[in-house]
């Protein structure tokens, strides 16, 4: 399975995205992860993306797509991947198609997960993640047992800096203008399937399994 997950911020790219490495054993690779990971290890890329992503916008192409094709020359990616929060515009798109072509790789779909603009600020707000684990919760919808502690691991909660309501503004009208038109890209090509992305979580994986025809 060859994956792209299209969607806005706090579409719950992430989060389906983490039941199907759960169930299929395939990688994840998210570029706002990959990034985050190089911020905190202040690495000379994570510096350089940090100011990009605490005012919600992209960080510059080239950064990006050379962690990308680094991460889809690895062993672990040959047999398929899901794609989260890549592309994020029409230069990336491209660049994609020319990387994939290269390495006689194949895009299966491109999945859009649908959630209107008024849900999308409640489910960023809420957000807490794991720094242990990575594992996703809400305060609004699916909140920890004890407050601020993870249910799987006992790990601490984090909000990230860019879930503040100013950023969140920000990054949905990028979104918008940079990001939405790849739903027209992918299309154009064939490959695009939507989902709703509104209702349970279970509820949505069972909808995305389906139009996978999984
Ligand atoms: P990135 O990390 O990709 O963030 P994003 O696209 O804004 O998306 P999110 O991760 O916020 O949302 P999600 O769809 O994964 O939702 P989630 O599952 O967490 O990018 C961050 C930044 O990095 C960008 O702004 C940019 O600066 C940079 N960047 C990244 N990629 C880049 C690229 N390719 N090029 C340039 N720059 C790039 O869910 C959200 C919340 O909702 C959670 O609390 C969850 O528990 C909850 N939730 C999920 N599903 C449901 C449900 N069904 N009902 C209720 N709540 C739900
Ligand atoms: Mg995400
Ligand atoms: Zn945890």
């Known amino acids: 399975m060859k994956l792209v997950l299209l969607g ?7 989060t389906q995205a983490k039941k199907l490495i759960e169930k299929f054993g395939i ?44 991460r889809l020359n690895q062993d672990d990616c040959q047999q398929g991947y899901i794609l989260d929060g890549f ?8 660049a994609l198609d020319d990387m994939l072509q290269s390495l006689g790789m194949d895009l299966d779909m491109a999945l859009s997960v649908d959630v209107p603009l ?12 794991c720094r242990e684990c990575g594992q996703m919760y809400n305060i609004y919808f699916s909140p920890p047992a004890e407050e601020g502690r993870c249910d799987k691991c006992g790990g601490e909660l ?17 979104y918008n203008r940079q990001t ?12 695009l399937k939507s989902v709703n992305g509104t209702g349970g979580i279970d509820e949505i994986f069972a909808n995305v399994l389906s139009t996978l025809g999984l």
């Open 8 to 14: 806005a911020p706090g579409a719950g790219k992430g």
């Open 27 to 70: 990688p994840q690779i998210s570029t706002g992860d990959l990034l985050r990971a190089a911020v905190a290890a202040e690495t000379e890329l994570g510096v350089q993306a940090k100011s990009f992503m605490d005012q919600g916008e992209l960080v510059p192409d080239s950064v990006v797509l050379g962690m990308v094709e680094e």
């Open 87 to 94: 592309p994020r515009n029409t230069v990336q798109a491209e």
């Open 118 to 129: 008024e849900d999308l600020m409640k489910r960023l707000t809420g957000r807490r993640t």
């Open 158 to 174: 984090f909000q990230r800096d860019d879930d503040r309501e100013e950023t969140i503004s920000k990054r949905l009208e990028v």
């Open 180 to 191: 939405a038109p790849l739903i027209d890209y992918y299309r154009e090509k064939d490959i």
